[in-house]
């Protein structure tokens, strides 16, 4: 059985740093991509960062680049999505996706659609 849970969140001032966790089971791990999403009410799911574990290949959309990295511990089956520099703006439900039917070599796919597991989400919040 699949799963996913996350972790890490919580409340932060502007300008500090979060680490969240994606511990992932039921699965190999050594050929998928894991995505990090983001919903704040009333707003849609956005794509915020993407890791194959092939190469670890790393995509980050353009509103956290410079500020977010996501990384894999793969002997603990868990990905990881370092926060810095948070803005209020970045307060939202952070989810980790699991794209099992990504195929070695072609591109990491980035929209929610692709992700057919899902964890519970943690929240994060940035305060002004």
């Known amino acids: 059985e699949v799963q996913l849970v996350e972790s890490g969140g919580g409340l932060v001032q502007a300008g500090g740093s979060l680490r969240l966790s994606c511990a992932a089971s039921?699965?190999?791990?050594?050929?998928?991509?894991i995505g990090w999403f983001r919903q704040a009410p009333g707003k849609e799911r956005e794509g915020v960062s993407w890791?194959?574990?092939?190469?670890?290949?790393?995509l980050y959309a353009d509103s956290v680049k410079g500020r977010f990295t996501i990384s894999s511990d793969n002997a603990k089956n868990t990905v990881y999505l370092q926060m810095n520099s948070l803005k209020p703006e970045d307060t939202a439900v952070y989810f980790c996706?699991?794209?099992?039917?990504?195929?070695?070599?072609?591109?990491?796919?980035?929209?929610?659609?692709?992700?057919?597991?899902w964890g519970p989400g943690t929240q994060v919040t940035v305060s002004s």
């Open positions: 996706g699991a794209d099992l039917s990504w195929v070695r070599g072609s591109h990491i796919a980035t929209t929610s659609d692709w992700y057919d597991y």
């Open positions: 890791l194959s574990s092939s190469d670890g290949s790393t």
């Open positions: 039921g699965f190999p791990f050594d050929d998928y991509v």
